[in-house]
């Protein structure tokens, strides 16, 4: 339905939200202003990080570009075509798992597990989905003071910072698809 006056059915419509237990602050620090900062749940990822070796090796990686070859299942990458081979390979390294970003695991995050067909994995990394990043408007923040007690509890590495500062520009800054208006 287009809306949900519009429809003519009577509504029933009913609302389920969430709220996981952590967040990221996706607003860098020097751009807060206006008591208004952009936050991302930390959710937790997916399974299909695990069928392939590379990535299910070290989660991290999926923060950087990678080799083609690597970025895929082996048995996947085995059954493409050699030009289909070539045209990646000659595409250089680019991000695997294009919208999103994984936190490492830390102590404060609870460990869960994750279960696909008969393999399971214990984890405690979080993931950032690029696409359920939003707004929210606080008065008790300010660029020029402190975050208040208790609501920063983690902060990414120098190094982590960079790669996600990266991949999210990557990931806003592509060109729409051609032929998509």
């Given at each position: 339905m287009d809306s949900p006056a519009s429809s003519g059915v009577p509504l029933d419509l009913k609302i389920h939200v969430t709220r996981p237990p952590?967040?990221?602050?996706?607003?860098?620090?020097?751009?807060i202003e206006m008591q208004s900062f952009a936050l991302a749940?930390?959710?937790?990822v997916r399974p299909a990080f695990f069928a392939v070796p590379y990535f299910a090796e070290d989660l991290a990686r999926i923060n950087?570009?990678?080799?083609?070859?690597k970025a895929l299942p082996p048995e996947h990458w085995e059954n493409l075509s050699p030009e289909k081979q070539s045209e990646l390979l000659d595409r250089g390294?680019?991000?695997a798992f294009f919208d999103c970003f994984v936190y490492a695991?830390?102590?404060?995050?609870?460990?869960?597990?994750?279960?696909?067909?008969?393999?399971?994995?214990?984890v405690v990394h979080r993931l950032v989905d690029f696409k359920s990043i939003f707004r929210v408007e606080c008065a008790r923040i300010e660029r020029e003071h402190d975050?208040?007690?208790?609501?920063?509890?983690?902060?990414?590495?120098?190094e982590a910072r960079a790669q996600l500062r990266d991949k999210l520009t990557a990931y806003f800054g592509r060109n729409a698809d051609a032929g998509v208006e």
């Amino acid at each position: 339905m287009d809306s949900p006056a519009s429809s003519g059915v009577p509504l029933d419509l009913k609302i389920h939200v969430t709220r996981p237990p952590y967040f990221a602050v996706m607003t860098p620090c020097c751009s807060i202003e206006m008591q208004s900062f952009a936050l991302a749940p930390l959710v937790e990822v997916r399974p299909a990080f695990f069928a392939v070796p590379y990535f299910a090796e070290d989660l991290a990686r999926i923060n950087v570009p990678t080799p083609p070859e690597k970025a895929l299942p082996p048995e996947h990458w085995e059954n493409l075509s050699p030009e289909k081979q070539s045209e990646l390979l000659d595409r250089g390294m680019s991000y695997a798992f294009f919208d999103c970003f994984v936190y490492a695991g830390h102590t404060l995050f609870a460990k869960y597990t994750l279960k696909k067909k008969n393999v399971s994995w214990e984890v405690v990394h979080r993931l950032v989905d690029f696409k359920s990043i939003f707004r929210v408007e606080c008065a008790r923040i300010e660029r020029e003071h402190d975050a208040p007690s208790g609501i920063k509890v983690l902060e990414l590495t120098t190094e982590a910072r960079a790669q996600l500062r990266d991949k999210l520009t990557a990931y806003f800054g592509r060109n729409a698809d051609a032929g998509v208006e």
